[in-house]
């Protein structure tokens, strides 16, 4: 049995972590199936979006410690090393050129956290959770989690999740803007599946560009931020995206970007 499925969706990659046994934790495996799902979607023409769950009643519990315990042994080259699995998995998503959207059901705990906020779009169904718990087993938390979120929360509420290792409940991350949508219970993939059906009919290379901006967006001074979009602009009118955009407004008709794909 894989530990990733992939099943497509009308033009949406449903990938689920498939290990529900360990509540889809990252056993060994899981990051080189895991990326060549995100690339399968990035070649295939015909997937404009992706969405990301867990089976079972919950997301994904990070890090295997049965594989963490192994690692008080290595030296700190063979760590690195081991880390440097999970980062490629983080960074398959920063980098994807498509939307990724996180369905969340029961809750993400570690490294689940990173790959979740990674997302460019999270949807957690009522009652789940986020947690940073590094802390309780004398670790500190990798993947990118913290950059995530900070950029999503008060630094405060992030001392709070990183430092104390407690549970940050959806409907709290909802009330502050960390999510997008927040579902009812068992309906957070489906809700995820619904909110990609926007991307089908919306230009493909227009979304990439945007991805980009709000990557750069927080941590881009003003004039940094400010060249990047006129650069992207400039690219942007010289598109067939753009020319069939405005020629469809101008026309009062719905633009066609399927045909341009």
Known sequence: MSIIENTIIENTLLITLNNPEKRNSMIPGFHDEFKSSIKMAEENRDIFSIVITGAGNFFCAGGDLNSLKTRRDMSEEERYLTLKQLNGTIQSIYNCS?????AIEGGAAGAGVSLAMVCDMIVMSEHTFLSLAYVKIGVTPDGGATKFLSEAMPRQLLSEMAMMGGKIASSRLFQIGAINVLSQKGKAKEDALELCKNFADLPKNSISRIKKLTRTAYENTFDEQLQSETDF???????????EGID???EKRKADYKKLR
Do not use: W
Request: glycine letters at 6%; a positive charge.
């Open 233 to 243: 602009m400039v690219k942007s009118q010289g598109d067939k995206e753009s020319i």
């Open 98 to 102: 498509k939307p990724v959207v996180a």
């Open 248 to 250: 469809a407004f101008l």
